[in-house]
């Protein structure tokens, strides 16, 4: 229990990796390719956000792909470029760092008055980043609970808290600490999502208007 509160990093560094990965995390993919396709501002339709499942309302399914890959590969970039740069020493700190200022940062971008996206898909570019046997397990109790349940954000919901569990269970206490904290920030993006699958009125997968 005391390795979990004892990081080698030092403080310079662990600032360092978490700028590093706020900017890369905060660049809109998005917004940045909905706009060069000509389809205007992204966050003036569906939810307002920047991410993948909102640009798949503009019903081009290529750029909604496009926005999917790159929110989560920002975050692995940010992850394993931090670690190898530092080092075997401390390069997983500082990777799950800016892994997860990647995810702030998609989040809260500071060039749109940081209203960002949900963070799913960066979350689980994180994951790859620091701990890439886990996005199985992510894969496959999202593809579980989709299809019991139809509901995409139900999905995500129970897959990001089953993975902090995961962690812990395999002995990466620090991973898990970290991304306790993102599957917290998760469900409190998602507290829309939630009130609408309590009321029975959160849209299926599949499902039109």
Known sequence: MTELFTWQITLPIALSALAFGYLLGSIPFGLLLTK????????????????ATNVLRTGNKKLAAATLFLDAFKATAAALMAAAYLG???????????????FIGHLFPVWLGFKGGKGVATYIGTLLGVAPAMVLVF??????????SRYSSLSALV??????VALWIVGEQKIAL???AMTLITYWKHKANIE??????????????
């Open 139 to 148: 894969a496959f109790v999202w593809l579980t609970i989709a299809k019991v």
């Open 159 to 164: 897959a990001t808290l089953v993975i902090p």
């Open 36 to 51: 060069a396709a000509g389809l205007g501002d992204i966050r003036a339709i569906g939810s307002g956000n920047i991410g």
């Open 178 to 180: 970290v991304l306790s």
């Open 88 to 102: 075997p020493e401390i390069g997983s700190e500082a990777g799950v760092l800016a892994g997860f200022a990647a």
């Open 196 to 209: 609408r699958l309590i009321n029975g009125t959160e849209s299926k997968i599949g499902q039109k208007g």
